[in-house]
């Protein structure tokens, strides 16, 4: 279709448009020329809508079409405008069509709703009228009458109402008039009338100009040429049986197929009764869709035709004989639809992931499903495949809500495919299907679950503190985060201690460590709790008990509780001299702190007086005689006994069991010497003991005496005639009473006297007094003639030496008698 500039009227005509919005059966209709600039504003659609601009921006607003037509509108989301997105040619848009619109859906979500919107294209003078062919060529008879008529094909112009064609204007000249048909209901064409009869020996030809105008503002005009030869006579012009042929196409029939067979007889005979066809002013697109046997009339489908595209073909034909004479005719051919094609399903929302907590009825997804055939063929049922806890519902229209039924688990299906399939109810129906992923996202709905109801932990005694002693294991199957397990002990009190001082777990292993070592025989058990805990918010836990066992290590030596372990104390049986064998001597008593087998206890005989004469039960302690008790025994036995346990490294006690075989004590006169014999090896371990104390005692004082000894050289003799008082803290303080009481009373004075004369003089000693007063005197003897300090000279040095000597050899002699 050619197209020119726009003129100055009909721009002002375009500027002069405006859009209204007028309300019918619900839709919002407006109206517009064409030929908009792209980003024209057709009209506020949501203040159309009552809404504001920013709810169609937050409800997802859009325009849906329906068919995969071109999008020739938008909506701004800023302002709510509908605006013109692609150049708007209403003539390639709709052709002769007298109402053309576009048809749209405004779609918004949350809630879903739905708006048609109608958007008129009106027709502005922006085609030319034009004719089919630029020279028409016409062979009229001389012998024409006044009055004949020849036919014209009108001029076409692809503008509608009052700016396609209103009128013709034929060039002046004397023998033709032009008439235009235009009645409703009828085919429009023109007529070229003989006004005034041909002679063609005066003119062979005639040539005249057409002039077709429209009826736009600024009105447009297109021309044709018509050369117009004198002939003779041809008084008869073919006519079609029809002025109007209606037909019906399959949309699928093969090319080549016969669609009508057009029929035209012309009165006349030979070359001006033969009767040509062909094609008026049509598009070279249905040239290409339709041929026209020029002969036989047989119009033929040449090119696939598709309903979906377009439903109704308009053909103008005429009909020529042999002399030039024509007539025309209509051929409308319906398009019957055919359902090639499968339902298509697009989706429109989709709202994933979504998570696993989402309830029942919650709508997930849009989607929009199409079938370009009609009627029937375009009914469509839509389903989803398989056991899923989803469904279809429609919403309006062809748009159906994917919505959850039933509770979703993300640890039971993370991810779920739905196949969608649309079947039409054509025959045969077509289908198509859809596959849309949905994930579930992860919800922290599962608390952490122990892998047993309670746990036994064995730990043996004496352990190394930071030892492990067990694990604890906790799964969640939540995701990430909510599945992340961290392990704590709830702060407890076992045995009057905090739990925190006897264990302590690795928060993320669970595995549990001993704080410090355990005693078997203090505690056996006890029982903590422990917390499984995820990282989940708000974070969920469990917990469970841990059963703590201290097992019993052999670290306790048998204690003997008879007879009594002290062996300064004795205790000795008797044993009548009238016992058999197998009497019931005596029994040792034995207890270990340790249990089980480390508490085993066994006795032995490692030493005795006569050993064939006594047994001991290996478990009792039991002593019995193993024979008869004769005269010939000695009166004294002494039993050795040991005391073992069973434990891996065993562990031993002795004792001394002292039997006195005799009816009567007097008999034994010697009993006191019989412990003696048995401690002897003792006292003599203690004796070497006092030896080395003394002998040290005695170097210690020599060493005193000579630093004392030194620090007094340089001083004087100190003479004395008369009493001499000896201070209290001269005497040794604390000094052993004779009779072993514990402390020699400070009440004690004692008076030392020196003898007078020489060096060599000696020591006289020692008397003392039982007093109360503080100091003593020394008085003057009267076979002395001099007092001397004790520590006056080196003589009276020897004197001390002498003395502490033979204290020291005394004492030895004490100790070994």
Not at 36 to 54: H, Q, T
Not at 502 to 510: E, H, P, R, Y
Not at 600 to 629: C, M, N, P
Not at 757 to 781: E, V, W
């Amino acid at each position: 279709m050619k197209t020119t500039g726009f003129s100055a009227g009909c721009l002002f005509f375009g500027l002069s448009c405006f859009y209204f919005m007028v309300p019918s059966n619900g839709d919002i209709s407006y109206s517009i020329p064409e030929e908009m600039k792209i980003g024209s504003v057709i009209g506020n659609l949501a203040k159309d809508l009552w809404i504001n601009a920013k709810t169609l921006s937050m409800r997802k607003s859009r325009l849906d079409v329906d068919d995969e037509g071109k999008r020739y509108c938008d909506i701004d989301m800023k302002t709510g405008d509908l605006t013109v997105a692609d150049r708007i040619d209403r003539e390639g848009l709709c052709g002769f069509t007298t109402v053309c619109v576009l048809k749209y859906e405004v779609i918004l979500e949350n809630p879903m709703e739905m708006h048609r919107i109608v958007v008129e294209i009106t027709d502005i003078n922006d085609n030319s009228p034009s004719f089919s062919k630029d020279v028409v060529k016409l062979e009229i008879r001389e012998s024409a009458v006044k009055g004949a008529r020849y036919a014209i094909s009108e001029a076409q112009d692809a503008d509608i109402g009052t700016n396609s064609v209103q009128n013709y204007k034929l060039q002046d000249n004397a023998y033709f008039l032009f008439k235009f048909h235009n009645n409703p209901g009828q085919e429009k064409y023109g007529e070229l009338i003989l006004e005034n009869e041909l002679d063609r020996e005066r003119e062979q030809e005639v040539r005249l100009l057409l002039i077709a105008m429209d009826g736009g503002n600024s009105p447009r005009s297109g021309s044709v040429s018509i050369h117009i030869t004198v002939l003779d006579a041809n008084d008869n012009s073919p006519v079609f049986s029809k002025s109007v042929y209606k037909v019906r196409l399959r949309e699928d029939a093969p090319l080549g197929t016969t669609v009508a067979t057009l029929n035209a007889t012309d009165a006349d005979e030979g070359a001006n009764g033969k009767v040509i066809y062909e094609f008026g002013h049509i598009s070279s697109d249905l040239r290409e869709v339709f041929t026209l046997e020029s002969e036989t009339g047989n119009l033929i489908l040449n090119a696939n035709v598709d309903y979906e595209r377009q439903t109704t073909y308009e053909l103008k034909v005429e009909c020529k004989d042999g002399a030039g004479l024509a007539s025309f005719a209509k051929v409308v051919i319906d398009i019957d639809d055919v359902n090639d094609n499968a339902p298509t399903i697009q989706l429109k929302s989709l709202n994933d992931p979504i998570p696993e907590n989402t309830p029942p009825g919650s709508e997930v997804s849009i989607i929009s499903v199409q079938d370009r055939d009609s009627e029937k063929n375009r009914q469509i049922r839509c389903i989803i495949h398989g056991d899923v806890p989803f469904v279809l519902k429609q919403s309006i229209k062809n748009y159906f809500s994917i919505v959850t039924t039933g509770e979703l688990d993300r640890e039971f299906i993370s991810d779920y495919n739905l196949t969608i399939t649309a079947t039409d109810e054509g025959t045969p129906p077509l289908s198509s299907s859809k596959t849309v992923h949905i994930s579930v996202s992860d919800v922290n709905d599962n608390a952490p679950v122990f892998e047993k109801q309670n746990y036994n932990a064995f730990v043996t005694e004496n352990n190394r503190p930071g030892t492990s002693i067990s694990f604890v294991t906790a799964s969640d199957p939540d995701w990430m985060q909510n599945g992340t397990v961290l392990y704590t002990l709830v702060p407890t009190v076992v045995h009057d201690t905090k739990v925190s001082s006897f264990l302590s777990i690795n928060a993320d292993t669970g595995v549990i460590h001993a704080v410090r070592s355990f005693d078997y025989e203090k505690f056996r058990n006890f029982n903590v709790q422990v917390i499984a805990r995820d990282n989940g918010s708000p974070p969920l836990s469990s917990n469970v008990t841990v059963s703590v066992f201290i097992t019993d290590e052999n670290d306790n030596s048998p204690q003997i509780l008879y007879p009594a372990p002290d062996e300064k104390s004795l205790m000795t049986e008797m044993v009548p001299k009238a016992a058999l064998s197998g009497s019931l001597v005596s029994k040792v008593i034995a207890v270990d702190a340790d249990s089980g087998q480390n508490s085993w206890l066994s006795y032995q005989i490692v030493k005795s007086t006569d050993s064939g004469l006594f047994s001991i039960g290996l478990h009792s302690g039991e002593i019995r005689a193993l024979r008869d008790i004769t005269e010939s025994d000695s009166m004294k036995q002494n039993l050795v006994i040991a005391v073992k346990d069973n434990g891996q490294s065993p562990l031993s006690a002795t004792c001394f069991v002292y039997l006195l075989i005799s009816d009567n004590l007097s008999e034994v006169p010697e009993l006191k010497d019989m412990a003696n014999e048995e401690s002897n090896s003792k006292l003599t371990f203690y004796l070497i003991i006092a030896l080395v104390s003394v002998s040290t005692f005695f170097l210690t004082f020599i060493i005193l005496i000579v630093a004392l000894k030194f620090c007094q050289r340089r001083k004087p003799r100190l003479l004395f005639d008369g009493a001499v008082t000896f201070p209290s803290a001269y005497l040794p303080p604390n000094y052993a009473e004779v009779d072993g009481a514990g402390t020699l009373r400070s009440s004690y004075n004692y008076d030392g006297y020196l003898t007078t004369g020489s060096r060599t003089s000696d020591f006289k000693f020692i008397t003392y007094n039982d007093c109360t007063s503080t100091s003593g005197t020394l008085k003057k003897s009267p076979d002395d003639s001099n007092i001397i300090s004790l520590f006056d000279s080196g003589d009276s040095q020897k004197v001390w030496c002498s003395t502490l000597l033979a204290y020291y050899f005394a004492f030895i002699v004490f100790v070994v008698v």
